[in-house]
């Protein structure tokens, strides 16, 4: 008999879990087995323990998910504490990751959540590819495109170029700046990846580098000149680090004395901070509606008990109140996320003639092609310094060129098409070398 | 996808058992889209290219131009390029290594050319900046200046401003600066 404090904790989660319903997912098996499958089975990563992260450890506790991981690089600093409401004053200077865990430990009893205090790119891939789903809360582009890169690393297509259910690792990405947020699901294979829209996120905004030296009109351009261009000036070979204070302390006081100079107000240490790490003032209800919903479409794919949000909502707060779902699709020739071309080859054969079957391949039809498997650039037909140095791997066959791996990705870019309707472009392979290695299951369609 | 997740972590609790594969080197889409820009560059007489780390790394590269006109005709001009993981939402990173006596490179080899920076977009590549780059020497121009006092010469008086550059081609002082010869 469960206790009854842990009947009225589940007892909203219920009304979702335990009931049939007509706009539930396909797969929708409701009972309480689903809910105590969410607890035993599923792994959570949760990725930033940030003003996102905090908000997301704490939903997610609350829907139901015991089993949470979380990774953040970060330490607490004095200006987190106004929103990422887990961390105290006494915090400050401790890793985000380990507090952010301890503290909701804490307070939901029965929920482990397990904190990594490091880079993502410090964990293996293997590391990602435990979790039953990856939720992030991050603030920068580079970090979603890495994450997205090895989540879509793990997608396997069948010969009919169907992802395979078993290997689509699904993702579920918040982002906010201000009064602005979006919240995506991201299924690879099925729903486009954070490569297909990279087109999405708008060109940061750089001032040209002779109106710093020359024309400065607002505080920002006094901020740059002295960060990008009299820092250089000064120190020699000494790269800045925006994390060290001294240097923080640098550039403000020269902002402030070229300011002075030009006549310009506003210069402060908190601007010269915003505009060096471009950072954009956080809003924290902001954080937690865009948490609310990547928490909700987290248990929705779980658990199938409603369908999913198809596929990228966007929250405007500037002025009233927008919010909208747009429906993106996929780049059905993504580098990233698609399926490519599949390819069989024997064993024997050489780069050189691997290039030359690229030239008849129907679905190619691949002139001028240079190959890269791995980061090595197993051929280059430009520029002539390359070429020199590639060409030597032409005659070799290509399964020793690429470490006798059975079946891999290799990527192509060359000129497609006939005529004066060719199109330089890239095209990712799965290259699949005949009877070595490769099993009967391996080769059996989705699951 | 509980279902699955159940299947799955059957399967992980089976491989933690057996070996996992090993983690191998993976290339971003940022990596892969200069990949392209590299393998199709068409430079024209006056540029080459080189790779200090070998043919893998095409992430950090110098590009050299020897002007065959205009005021810096004979001269030899060092770029290096550092592209990041984020090419091309990213611009390349792009300095001079070697000094020059130019209205619009300062003396640190900051560079001013609009789609370094604020008109950067990722339509367009690695060929495009070297062809700005080879344009700042055929049409160096007064009004971007970095180099303040070679702008206001070269505005003022091209004749000095020929004969300025001259001089420090050869290697030698224009004004209180120094200019190592690269010719």
């Known amino acids: 008999m469960a206790d009854s404090t842990s009947q009225s904790r589940s007892r909203d989660l219920d009304k979702l879990l335990l009931r049939p319903g007509n706009l539930v997912g396909s797969t929708f098996e409701p009972g309480t087995q689903l809910r105590e499958d969410i607890k035993e089975i599923v792994r959570v990563l949760v990725i930033g323990a940030g ?36 961390f105290r004053l006494g915090d400050v200077g401790k890793p985000k990751a380990e507090v952010a865990a301890k503290r909701v430990m804490e307070r939901v009893s029965g929920v482990d959540i397990k904190p990594h205090f490091c880079r993502i790119e410090d964990k293996p891939i293997s590391f990602y590819n435990d979790f039953s789903i990856i939720v992030l809360g991050l603030d920068s582009v580079e970090a979603r495109s890495y994450i997205n890169s090895v989540a879509c690393s793990f ?6 170029d169907n992802p395979r259910e078993e290997t689509i690792k699904p993702m579920v990405d918040g982002g906010t700046e201000g009064f602005k947020g979006h919240a995506r699901i991201i299924m690879p294979g099925v729903t486009p990846c954070f490569e297909c829209t990279i087109w999405l996120f708008p060109p940061q905004v750089k001032f040209p580098l002779c109106t710093l030296a020359e024309t400065p009109r607002t505080a920002a351009h006094c901020i740059e000149y002295a960060h990008l261009i009299k820092w250089d000036e000064v120190h020699s070979g000494k790269t800045f680090d925006p994390d060290y204070p001294e240097h923080m302390q640098w550039v403000y006081s020269e902002a402030v004395k070229r300011a002075e100079l030009f006549g310009i107000p506003g210069v402060t240490y908190s601007l010269t901070q915003g505009v060096v790490k471009n950072i954009i003032p956080a809003i924290a209800s902001t954080n937690a509606i865009i948490s609310a919903v990547c928490s909700l479409e987290t248990l929705k794919i779980v658990s199938g008990c409603s369908k999913t949000l198809t596929n990228y909502l966007t929250y405007n707060g500037v002025e009233g109140l927008h919010t909208k779902v747009t429906e993106f699709v996929r780049d059905k020739d993504c580098i990233v996320c698609g399926p490519g071309v599949l390819i069989e080859l024997e064993v024997s054969i050489t780069l050189k003639k691997f290039i030359d079957l690229l030239e008849d ?9 240079s190959v890269t498997y791995r980061g090595d650039n197993l051929y280059m037909q430009a520029p002539p310094v390359l070429e020199e140095m590639t060409r030597s791997n032409l005659d070799l066959p290509l399964f020793e060129l690429m470490s006798k791996t059975p079946t891999d990705i290799v990527h192509v870019t060359g000129a497609a098409g006939k005529g004066d309707k060719k199109q330089s472009c890239s095209r990712k392979l799965r290259v699949v070398f ?14 | 996808m509980i279902r699955l997740f159940k299947v799955k972590e059957k399967q992980r609790e089976e491989a933690e058992n057996a070996n996992g594969k090993p983690t191998v080197k993976k290339q971003s889409a940022g990596e892969l889209r200069l990949h392209k820009d590299i393998s199709e560059l068409n430079l024209p007489k ?6 200090p780390n070998g043919k893998d790394d095409l992430m950090n590269f110098e590009v050299t131009i020897r002007p065959d006109e205009g005021y ?16 091309p939402h990213e611009a390349p990173k792009v ?33 495009t900046i070297i062809y700005g780059l080879y344009h700042l020497f055929t049409e160096p121009n007064h009004e971007d200046p970095l180099n303040h006092e070679a702008a206001a ?31």
């Not at chain 2, 000094?99 to 990722?122: A, F, M, T």
């Open chain 1, 51 to 86: 003003g996102l992260g905090c908000e997301l450890l704490k939903d997610l506790a609350f829907s139901g998910f015991r089993n949470l991981e979380v990774i953040d690089m970060d330490r607490i600093e004095v200006t987190n504490l106004n929103r990422q409401f887990l």
């Open chain 1, 155 to 160: 997608l396997e297509y069948d010969s009919d």
């Open chain 1, 361 to 369: 391949h129907p679905k190619l039809l691949l002139t001028r092609v």
């Open chain 1, 434 to 447: 005949k009877g070595v290695g490769v099993t009967d299951m391996d080769m059996a369609g989705g699951a």
């Open chain 2, 46 to 51: 006056t540029c080459s290219i080189s790779f």
């Open chain 2, 72 to 87: 810096y005709m004979g001269g030899t001009f060092t770029f290096s390029f550092s592209i990041s993981p984020m090419y």
């Open chain 2, 95 to 127: 300095k001079c290594k070697t000094k020059v006596y130019h209205p619009n490179i300062d003396l640190e080899g900051n560079v001013c050319l609009n789609i370094l920076r604020e008109d950067w977009k990722p339509v367009l590549n690695i060929n």
């Open chain 2, 153 to 183: 010469v070269l505005r003022d008086n091209p004749k000095l401003f020929e004969s300025n550059v001259r001089r420090a081609l050869h290697g030698g002082y224009v004004g209180q600066t120094y200019f190592t010869r690269c010719m």
